[in-house]
């Protein structure tokens, strides 16, 4: 894996919400945001909000926005809807609230993907973007795509010592197109 940890920096924790997107879906079989929690807990990163919620658009829409709104979020992980069948509402109800995309998060994913499930990643829409200062990532339903987002990519970006480069140290200046301009 290019790139590195650097000891001897300091690790922030990244407050993490949680959200699975699921028409059948409760906590007792929500496996794929359990690895979510579990795995962001295992790197030192706080569980900020978890929640399970419909493949309704606008009730993705509105958690976000509500997640959004929290200062007390830095980043929200989904799980679930990313696929191509008619429920699977969840890319369209991200790109809703983006300020900006991250391209390069769907990309990357779906690079890493195919060395898991082959071919069958090109029916993946994870997306990545910014909304309102909050990272916002929506990964596929299943426990082994969360494992393949968190231990591949967004262990590493949402990790404050990862160099040459990170989303941590990003996370400052991420409202600054709403600071007013200096005088002159």
Same mark, same amino acid.
């Given at each position: 894996?290019?790139?590195?940890?650097?000891?001897?920096?300091?690790?922030?924790?990244?407050?993490?919400?949680?959200?699975?997107?699921?028409?059948?879906?409760?906590?007792? #079989?929500?496996?794929?945001?359990? &690895?979510?929690?579990?795995?962001?807990? *295992?790197? =030192?990163? !706080?569980?900020? +909000?978890?929640?399970?919620?419909?493949?309704?658009?606008?009730?993705?829409?509105?958690?976000?926005?509500?997640?959004?709104?929290?200062?007390?979020?830095?980043?929200?992980?989904?799980?679930?809807?990313?696929?191509?069948?008619?429920?699977?509402?969840?890319?369209?109800?991200?790109?809703?609230?983006?300020?900006?995309?991250?391209?390069?998060?769907?990309?990357?994913?779906?690079?890493? #993907?195919?060395?898991?499930?082959? &071919?069958?990643?090109?029916?993946?829409? *994870?997306? =990545?973007? !910014?909304?309102? +200062?909050?990272?916002?990532?929506?990964?596929?339903?299943?426990?082994?795509?969360?494992?393949?987002?968190?231990?591949?990519?967004?262990?590493?970006?949402?990790?404050?010592?990862?160099?040459?480069?990170?989303?941590?140290?990003?996370?400052?200046?991420?409202?600054?197109?709403?600071?007013?301009?200096?005088?002159?």
């Amino acid at each position: 894996m290019p790139g590195r940890i650097d000891e001897t920096r300091r690790f922030l924790p990244v407050r993490i919400a949680v959200m699975t997107v699921s028409d059948s879906r409760g906590a007792a #079989s929500d496996s794929s945001g359990d &690895t979510l929690v579990e795995r962001l807990a *295992a790197a =030192g990163h !706080v569980l900020a +909000g978890r929640t399970i919620v419909r493949d309704e658009q606008a009730v993705i829409e509105a958690q976000l926005r509500a997640w959004i709104a929290d200062p007390a979020i830095d980043a929200v992980l989904s799980t679930g809807g990313t696929g191509v069948t008619g429920r699977d509402i969840t890319p369209e109800a991200f790109h809703a609230v983006y300020d900006k995309e991250i391209p390069g998060f769907g990309e990357l994913f779906r690079m890493i #993907s195919y060395q898991t499930v082959g &071919t069958s990643t090109m029916q993946s829409r *994870a997306t =990545g973007g !910014v909304g309102g +200062g909050t990272y916002l990532f929506a990964l596929p339903g299943s426990p082994g795509a969360c494992r393949d987002a968190w231990d591949n990519i967004l262990k590493f970006q949402l990790d404050s010592r990862h160099r040459p480069c990170n989303l941590v140290e990003l996370m400052p200046r991420l409202m600054e197109h709403l600071k007013a301009p200096a005088a002159s």
